[in-house]
């Protein structure tokens, strides 16, 4: 079943390079939330883009693959609500491992709304 235009994540709606990770690492405003850190900051472009961390403290291969493709599903779904023309890292601490899916959506909605107000303010 093709996706739609909208619900696809294309190359361009990601933080692909290295030094596109570490300049957002430095320079991005960080949101913690209990299993995620989520680093944001606007960027030049007209969309937002989303980068992924999970390290291999987190868990195997499995856990790893299962956090990142749950984030970039949430991302996709909820693109709309993220700041236009931002780049965001989200970063997933040791305890999102133990995560169902539904509670790292719940989690990472926690973490947007947060960054909404932090903007608004």
Do not use: C, Y
């Not at 690492?25 to 209990?34: E, I, L, N, Y």
């Amino acid at each position: 079943m093709p996706r739609t235009a909208s619900e696809r994540f294309p190359k361009t709606a990601r933080l692909r390079k290295r030094p596109e990770f570490l300049k957002l690492s430095r320079t991005g405003s960080k949101f913690q939330s209990a299993n995620f850190v989520v680093i944001s900051q606007a960027n030049d472009g007209a969309d937002s883009r989303l980068g992924v961390t999970v390290s291999g403290k987190v868990g195997n291969s499995v856990v790893r693959n299962r956090i990142k493709r749950q984030v970039r599903e949430f991302f996709r779904r909820h693109r709309g609500d993220w700041p236009r023309a931002a780049d965001i890292l989200v970063i997933a601490r040791n305890s999102a491992a133990a995560l169902a899916n539904a509670l790292i959506a719940s989690e990472l909605d926690q973490a947007l709304a947060k960054q909404r107000d932090w903007r608004k303010s």
